[in-house]
């Protein structure tokens, strides 16, 4: 079967990591051509060309871009697909208006769609027209279904990750501690995350400052950027947490940082699945989270804390810094098992 594959790829997160790897695990499928549409000169295009897979770069600087739908539909004519896989939420509008033109054309390949967050979707969204969705966890699969999604058009495929990669791409030492003037042994509290409403810092922040009488030894490192970074920065200010919660900016060798902590945090409000935590099991490190959207798919009930709850928070942290009980990856988010997961699903529509 021939698979196109189409990401936006306008930046390089989670969900594209996903593309990289789906393709690299599908190339080792006999039965399986593919090919992937992104943007030009993005990191995806990059990475996913180092691993083999055939790129087709074309200009999408807009969500979107018609230029984008063009060459998409250009593509679809000069290699006619039996699917087409969107794999965020703009690729997915661009492939039902590229399937309307080829539907003229005699072709009408089938689309396959993934959805890795738990945002509500309107009535009038395109991801209705595709055959079906791809849910990476049961909680994304729950709000599909609050919005009419027929369940039987719902496939949860959990996210994977290649546990040695990740290891491998850990590296040399972050040197975290250092970075930050501390002490070797000094225990590190780490949340790896956009700043953006959704993953509420806030409430991570409040936790260190309700943490900081019992364990006034810890120190909170929150890795990311986004649009809640200046309101972050007063929020650690307003509570005296400047010598403590330390905003790091983008950090790109987060697998380090992770690799280097004593425990890694999760504060988000809703969450598709986590990837980041599925980062932190296979590097062996405590996880504590709230369990908002697909956290809780993938941490164990010990280690979860209702959203928004920072006291709660702070004191499952305090319990893991003083009783550390890794958990190993689920077996259901490997590389491998997410592959076979979305073969299926291919293999059920052609």
């Known amino acids: 079967m021939r698979v196109l594959h189409v990401d936006s790829g ?9 593309v990289r790897l789906l393709a690299r695990e599908l190339a080792r499928e006999s039965s399986v051509e593919q090919r992937l549409v992104t943007q030009r000169g993005s990191e995806l295009a990059h990475r996913a060309t180092a691993e083999g897979v055939a790129v087709r770069e074309i200009p999408w600087a807009l969500g979107l871009d018609p230029r984008a739908w063009w060459r998409l539909v250009v593509e679809a004519l000069a290699w006619p ?19 309307r033109f080829l539907h003229l054309a005699g072709s009408a390949p089938r689309i396959v769609a993934t959805r890795r967050v738990v945002f509500p979707v309107g009535s009038r969204s395109s991801l209705h027209q595709a055959d079906v969705v791809v849910a990476v966890s049961a909680a994304v699969r729950s709000t599909l279904v609050a919005a009419g999604f027929p369940p039987g058009e719902i496939v949860v495929v959990h996210d994977g990750i290649d546990a040695d990669e990740v290891r491998h791409a850990a590296g040399p030492s972050f040197g975290i501690r250092a ?5 070797p042994g000094t225990p ?11 993953k509420d810092q806030r409430t991570l922040i409040h936790a260190a400052h309700a943490a900081r009488g019992a364990r006034p030894d810890v120190h909170w490192v929150i890795a990311g950027d986004g649009p809640e970074r200046r309101a972050l920065a007063v929020e650690v200010g307003k509570l005296d947490l400047s010598d403590r919660v330390h905003l790091l900016g983008h950090v790109p060798r ?14 988000s409000r809703a969450e598709g699945l986590g990837t980041v935590v599925l980062h932190a099991l ?11 959207g697909g956290l809780a798919e993938i941490v164990p009930p010990r280690w979860l804390v209702p959203v928004g709850d920072a006291d ?7 319990d893991a810094l003083d009783h550390p009980s890794p958990v190993p ?12 997961g979305v073969l299926a699903v291919y293999r059920s529509l052609v």
């Open 282 to 292: 296979a590097l062996g490190k405590p996880v504590v989270a709230t369990a908002g």
């Open 188 to 198: 590190v509290v780490t949340n790896v995350a956009a700043l953006e409403r959704a």
């Open 312 to 318: 709660a928070l702070a004191r499952r942290v305090i």
């Open 179 to 183: 970075t930050l003037g501390l002490p």
């Open 81 to 99: 697909p039996d699917l087409i896989h969107a794999h965020n939420g703009h690729a997915v509008t661009l492939a039902v208006w590229a399937r």
């Open 254 to 267: 987060a697998d380090a940082l992770l690799r280097e902590s004593d425990v890694v945090v999760m504060s």
């Open 329 to 340: 990856l689920p077996a259901q988010c490997t590389a491998s098992a997410m592959a076979a």
């Open 10 to 18: 306008r930046e390089f997160r989670g969900g594209q990591n996903q």
